[in-house]
C-alpha cells in the first residue's frame, strides 16, 4: 500500500514538475495501482526540470536525490526503488 502512495505522489511531482504536459491517464493508472514501469526517457526531462522533480522528492517524500542521480534512472520503477532504498535509511 505504501509503495501505491509514493507512485501517486511520484507522478504528481512529475506532473507539478511540468514533466507529464499531456499525461496518457491509464498509462499512469497501471504505473501507480499495477506496478508497470513507464521509461524514462519518454519524458522531456531539462536540466531545470530534473531539479524542479528532486526539490519535490525532496519536499513530498523527505528523500535527497540529486539532478545527476535522476538522470542515471532508465524507469520510474527505477526511481521508486532508490527512494524506497533511501527512504528505509
Known amino acids: 500500500m505504501k509503495d501505491e502512495i509514493i507512485r501517486k505522489q511520484l507522478i504528481e511531482i512529475l506532473k507539478d514538475a511540468g514533466v507529464l504536459l499531456f499525461p496518457n491517464e ?10 508497470v514501469d513507464i521509461v524514462l ?3 522531456e ?3 531545470l526540470t530534473a531539479m ?7 519536499l513530498e517524500l523527505g528523500v535527497s536525490i ?3 542521480q535522476l538522470s542515471k ?3 520510474l520503477k527505477q526511481l521508486l526503488d532508490e527512494i524506497l532504498k533511501l ?3
Open 41 to 43: 526517457n519518454e519524458f
Open 87 to 89: 527512504e528505509k535509511c
Open 66 to 68: 540529486v539532478p545527476e
Open 73 to 75: 534512472f532508465d524507469s
Open 52 to 58: 524542479e522533480v528532486c526539490i519535490g522528492i525532496e
Open 26 to 35: 491509464d498509462r499512469l493508472s497501471l504505473f501507480i495501482y499495477d506496478g
Open 45 to 47: 526531462i531539462e536540466s
